[in-house]
């Protein structure tokens, strides 16, 4: 098993390289796109890159497949739509995921807005460090990936809380960013990165934490599913990736991007409906996660979404199959009820674990069947 583990994410102004062209990711503010914004993504998706756009984990949206030459084009495009940031370490340490829930009068915004200026001169964290915003009416960002969590109390308060601790401290909307800088600070100066790379619950693993952890946030809800809610429509992108022409429909309205490859159409009363989107919440392609796989990706084994969506349908409900380009796992880093992780000769079978866990047996791609899968899981 070997893969490259790169320990940072790309951006606008520092792609990455990846088998399909240069993959640039944009970090919409408050995870928020205007109309205009929108269009212009989707615009700039045709002209500089592959035409493909992708939706992260981290709630950004990048574009695939562009070329070297295209690139300080594309930024000029992205610096007019207010898509760019100043420098490369503005835009790095500008890794904020929001709830998508948030409410014009709930604070959300003022938050976001005084946590990047805070961040622009704060301390300097690795690539992966990453702050969540929770702080709608009741927290649903706590299986995403970040190391300090603002989240709503259950009396409607704010718990500051560093990931991998159980309870956090009590903050106000006046002392919230401090406090955060604060905790940043010291995850740093107690040795929290080494080479560049480090998270806040692997440090709280070796060291103890010197701030309040008796406050509790509120119950997290349950990971949201496609459908109409009260700030829109959720729309749900197969595998998080799809069309600009179908991304361009989607932004006639503003979007907000959330951490699930889902994307929040504001004040949509109707689910729109294209090839790659998801409306229906009990859809069998919503129980399946796949990266880009190979080609697309320099270090994919095998080919891994046309496999999938020919294996979602045999995927019991509640349950997660995870086909994955190799060990990496990029697109479900945790576990999974079944992995297909690709290699060489085909794909190892793991059961409750990740594509890095050894697999009990390797299958070749003609044996993974739906039947096969149905009698696996
Ligand atoms: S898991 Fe998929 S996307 Fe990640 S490195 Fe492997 S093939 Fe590439």
């Given at each position: 098993?070997?893969?490259?583990?790169q320990?940072?994410?790309?951006g606008?102004l520092k792609p990455m390289?990846?088998?399909d062209?240069l993959?640039?990711?944009?970090r919409?503010r408050l995870?928020r796109?205007?109309?205009?914004?929108?269009?212009g993504i989707?615009?700039?998706?045709?002209r500089?890159g592959?035409?493909?756009i992708e939706?992260t984990?981290?709630?950004n949206v990048?574009?695939?497949?562009?070329?070297g030459q295209n690139?300080?084009?594309?930024?000029?495009?992205?610096d007019?739509?207010?898509?760019?940031?100043?420098?490369?370490?503005?835009?790095?340490?500008r890794?904020?995921v929001?709830?998508?829930?948030?409410?014009p009068?709930?604070?959300?915004?003022a938050?976001?807005?005084a946590?990047y200026a805070a961040?622009?001169s704060?301390?300097?964290?690795?690539g992966?460090?990453?702050?969540?915003l929770d702080?709608?009416a009741?927290?649903?960002?706590?299986?995403?990936?970040?190391?300090i969590?603002?989240?709503?109390?259950?009396?409607g308060?704010?718990?500051?809380?560093?990931?991998?601790?159980a309870?956090?401290?009590?903050?106000t909307?006046e002392?919230?960013?401090?406090?955060?800088l604060?905790?940043a600070?010291?995850?740093?100066?107690?040795?929290?990165v080494?080479g560049g790379r480090?998270r806040?619950?692997?440090?709280?693993?070796?060291?103890?934490?010197?701030?309040?952890t008796?406050a509790?946030p509120?119950?997290?809800?349950?990971?949201p599913?496609?459908?109409?809610?009260e700030q829109g429509?959720l729309v749900?992108l197969?595998f998080?990736?799809?069309?600009?022409?179908?991304?361009?429909?989607?932004?006639e309205?503003p979007?907000?991007?959330?951490?699930w490859?889902m994307?929040?159409v504001?004040?949509a009363t109707?689910?729109?409906r294209?090839?790659?989107l998801?409306?229906?919440?009990d859809d069998?392609r919503?129980?399946?996660?796949?990266c880009?796989g190979a080609?697309?990706?320099?270090?994919?084994?095998?080919?891994?979404r046309?496999?999938?969506?020919?294996?979602a349908a045999a995927?019991?409900?509640?349950?997660?199959?995870?086909v994955?380009?190799?060990?990496?796992?990029?697109?479900h880093?945790g576990?999974?009820?079944?992995t297909l992780a690709?290699g060489?000769k085909?794909?190892g079978?793991i059961?409750?674990g990740?594509?890095?866990?050894?697999?009990?047996?390797?299958l070749?791609?003609?044996d993974?069947?739906p039947?096969?899968l149905?009698?696996?899981?």
């Amino acid at each position: 098993m070997s893969f490259k583990v790169q320990g940072w994410c790309p951006g606008a102004l520092k792609p990455m390289q990846s088998g399909d062209g240069l993959v640039v990711r944009i970090r919409p503010r408050l995870a928020r796109l205007s109309v205009e914004q929108g269009q212009g993504i989707a615009q700039a998706a045709l002209r500089h890159g592959n035409g493909l756009i992708e939706v992260t984990a981290r709630a950004n949206v990048q574009l695939r497949g562009v070329t070297g030459q295209n690139h300080a084009a594309l930024l000029a495009d992205l610096d007019r739509l207010g898509l760019l940031d100043a420098s490369e370490a503005e835009e790095r340490h500008r890794n904020v995921v929001f709830t998508p829930f948030w409410a014009p009068q709930d604070g959300t915004t003022a938050l976001g807005q005084a946590l990047y200026a805070a961040l622009a001169s704060g301390p300097d964290l690795p690539g992966k460090f990453g702050f969540a915003l929770d702080t709608g009416a009741s927290p649903v960002l706590s299986a995403t990936s970040a190391d300090i969590r603002l989240e709503r109390a259950p009396d409607g308060g704010l718990v500051l809380r560093a990931d991998g601790a159980a309870g956090g401290q009590r903050v106000t909307a006046e002392t919230a960013v401090a406090q955060a800088l604060r905790m940043a600070e010291w995850f740093v100066s107690s040795g929290g990165v080494s080479g560049g790379r480090g998270r806040m619950a692997a440090h709280l693993s070796r060291v103890s934490l010197p701030f309040a952890t008796d406050a509790t946030p509120a119950p997290a809800l349950p990971q949201p599913r496609p459908g109409l809610i009260e700030q829109g429509a959720l729309v749900a992108l197969e595998f998080g990736i799809l069309r600009a022409e179908t991304f361009a429909e989607l932004a006639e309205r503003p979007l907000r991007i959330t951490p699930w490859r889902m994307v929040l159409v504001e004040g949509a009363t109707a689910i729109a409906r294209a090839p790659g989107l998801i409306g229906d919440p009990d859809d069998p392609r919503l129980r399946v996660r796949a990266c880009t796989g190979a080609p697309g990706c320099p270090q994919g084994q095998q080919k891994t979404r046309a496999l999938a969506r020919s294996l979602a349908a045999a995927v019991p409900e509640g349950r997660v199959l995870h086909v994955s380009g190799c060990a990496k796992g990029c697109a479900h880093p945790g576990r999974a009820d079944l992995t297909l992780a690709a290699g060489a000769k085909g794909f190892g079978l793991i059961r409750q674990g990740r594509a890095m866990d050894l697999p009990e047996r390797i299958l070749r791609v003609t044996d993974l069947t739906p039947e096969l899968l149905s009698k696996a899981f």
